[in-house]
């Protein structure tokens, strides 16, 4: 093709000429010589850089591909520095990619080398805590409870809350981590959780292991900053220690169905309340759940489910009240299971939930205790059998009356049942007090990165030491968080 276009260019030009000017001077044989011998030069040429260019290009398409997949990961910023350097091309031709813009083959096509860097958030939380009773000596009537159970209000006056920073990143095509540290207002720095969780088993499949929430219930998988109000409710103190985490593995399946239907099972150490860490090989704790829901339309979305939490516990330390405003120390070997009920309704105009929405929430709990106890451990010592089984509910109410406030109330209850105990059920027998709150709530959120939260709760927890209890909570947002589930 480049051969024939120097002849044909000159032969047009030729033709255009007009005819006096061809017969008035026609070239000699010398002139057409000439003229032949510099369109060959100028045609060697033309092919001699056409041949250099394409050399070019194959060189730099070769330095590229060998740094793209043998180099190691570097940060963004050096990339350029540390790579062969690039030949220069022509602007009418496409540059070769570098290392800095290729995609990392351990991340897909989900960016450069700066991808191996996790997302990284913070959530500030603190403010102001007022009550009518100490803080301190706070118990649950009727219910025994871990030594290091979180359970109350928390320190009166001002306060520095929980404070999480978050790491997470897809760590390769088939797996991402997670862990966070949460910050306690006693200075003290707690692994939360810290798990890898597989991306690609296909098939409705997820396997999760290390340290993780558990999957039972509503709130318990949340962390505390999602909560609709400041405190967890009187059930998940009670029962589970404000919240169960776990050491171990878990398994979710998503059924490929038109309705949400998902099915979830457990296994781990179960060092935590209500277990115990028993020091030995083997499984500590179970879990089993199934959550189901879907859409109503387009303005009501709907998930109910129910899950079993099985623990065991050796010489585990239990707190009781002696109803004197005194506690004892029993000391419990056994098994704990917990069963949760939980139902969760949205609505929002025309799916719109911007402007104003409501959500209608509860859970029902009933935690029973099946195996032996040592009664006053650490005094009179008395062995037998011993069984209990306690309950309690919540139900709340949150809506969003106008962009970035919301109103919420919440009301709960808890029963103590009867305990058993072999030596004597006397000695370990309630009033028969059923504890109960009320709480009520208002909140602004100038954005969706910060909330300024104010409540009051009506806490008759104590049997005759009812508690008013007033919070002003900020939590602030700082860096990239990930979505918060349904």
Known sequence: MHKKLIPAGSLALALSMPAGA???????????????????????????????????????????AKAQWSAPPVAAGTAAATAAPATALPASLPAAPTLASAPAPSQGTGGGANSFNPAISMILSGGYINTSQDPSKYFISGFARSPEAEMGPGSRSFTLGESELTFSTNIDPYFRGVATLAVTPENEVELEEAFVETTALGNGLT???GRFFSNIGYLNPQHAHTWDFVD????????????FGNDGLQLKWVAPLDQYLEFNAEVGRGANFPGSDSGKNGNGMYSLG????????ASNSWRAGVSVLGTKASDQALLMSNGAGGEFTNAFTGKSRVYVLDGVWKWAPDGNASRTNFKL?????????DGDMVVDSTGASLPGAYSDATSGWYLQGIYQFMPRWRVGLRTERLD???PFFEGGSELVANT????TKNSLML???????????LQYARDRAREGQPDNQIWLQYQMSLGAHGAHGF
């Open 443 to 453: 909140e602004y959120a100038p954005s969706e990165f910060s909330r300024i939260r």
């Open 432 to 435: 028969g007090y059923s504890p």
């Open 290 to 297: 199934v959550h189901t829901g879907g859409d109503i339309g």
């Open 361 to 369: 929430q509860g859970e029902y709990m009933r935690a029973e205790r």
């Open 232 to 243: 967890a409710p009187l059930a998940y103190q009670a029962m589970l220690g404000n919240q």
């Open 207 to 209: 396997l999760k292991g």
């Open 416 to 418: 103590a049942g009867t």
């Open 22 to 64: 061809q017969t008035a001077a026609a070239p000699s044989s010398s002139d057409l010589e000439s003229l032949r011998k510099e369109i060959g030069a100028m045609r060697a040429d033309y092919e001699s850089k056409i041949q250099a260019l394409e050399k070019r290009v194959k060189d730099a398409e070769s330095v590229a």
